[in-house]
């Protein structure tokens, strides 16, 4: 075995697919013999994500620590971030793997302060979309891009999850001053397993996030024109949680869908497959979202937005992708209805996917630039600390 490594991912909500990103990096690194911890939010997140808290619990040398953390800079930032760096700090990582806005913030904050009083950190960053996604021409926009080419001074490496968002970087922010590089999100080799429909599965299935940037409010709407236009009803799962639930039920219920719609809390994604026949994903923006790829891998037709990185899954001009509106996402819903079977061989093959997205691939080519941003330093592994595996700090 090479160099043992003491990696802790910091990230702030423990949801979607940056959660599933980090889940998938430290099963792999712990198999690889690091020791491996997690930081991040203690107020997001549900009864599903707890489960999968305890699920990783026993294999985390590091633990699993999480402490409350503003999604928004606000007046209780500095108190969060005072906890979160105490919380750092007593786990003495070699690699301070930040995800998303608020987590890339803090791992190469606080490694920085790190590295005054000890030995090198190194510090990467893994945007996921997060700031990427604001408008340049905004207030907040400006105000989010000047922090993130400020913070490319304390970073060691940038990892891009798409090459969409690597040019999205380079477009509102500049050409990336460290050291960077793009790596594709993976699949599992179990997750190339076809999962079936249900008997009683319905037409459409919509998981994801609870919110407008996903896209549920277009989905909702594509359903109710996909039935006038069809003439027939049309049926729908809805799984997921999130901030603008609420508003969703009253969408369905304002345009007469509510015995049609039904909508599930979270749950595992092939699970969820096997809910419908066909998975929409009419995403305003994404990175490289997971679920595209988790619903490719187990065979399941899709239609979805050519947002982000999801054309470098299907292809750039793939007749499965339209554009973010009610409109298109309709016309390609009545398509795939009318003859599922032409609709299906739009899909990308099995033996594609392997080749590009596996996990295994991932979890390969970020070692090596964790190496790399430490300068490949050959030292013996440090002993474990004896902490407790899950903790919460209030």
Known sequence: MGERLRIVHCFRSPVGGIFRHVRDLAE??????????????????????????????????LGIWRTPMQRHIGPGDMAAALRTYRIIKELQPDVLHGHGAKGGVYARMFGS??????????????????????????????MFFGLERLMERFTDHLLFVSDYEQRTFRRKIGTPRPPHGLVYNGLRAAEFEPVPPAADAADFLYIGMMRDLKGPDLFIDALAATEAKLGRKVTAVMVGDGEDLPRYHAQVKRLELADRVRFLPPMPARKAFSLARLIVVPSRAEAMPYIVLEALGAGMPMIATAVGGIPEIFGIGSPALVHPLASQLTAKMSEALLDPDAYRAFMPTPAELKARFGADVMAAQIEKTYFSALGRKTSEPKDGLKRPIVSRVS
């Open 28 to 61: 792999a690194q712990v198999a690889a013999g690091h020791q491996v911890g997690i930081v991040c939010d203690s107020t997001t997140g549900g009864d599903y994500e707890e489960r999968l808290f305890s699920d990783m619990k026993d294999m985390l040398a």
């Open 113 to 142: 302060l790190l590295r005054v009083s000890r030995s090198r950190v190194a510090r990467l960053y893994s945007p996921h979309g997060g700031s990427l996604h604001y408008d340049e021409t905004t207030t907040t926009g400006k």
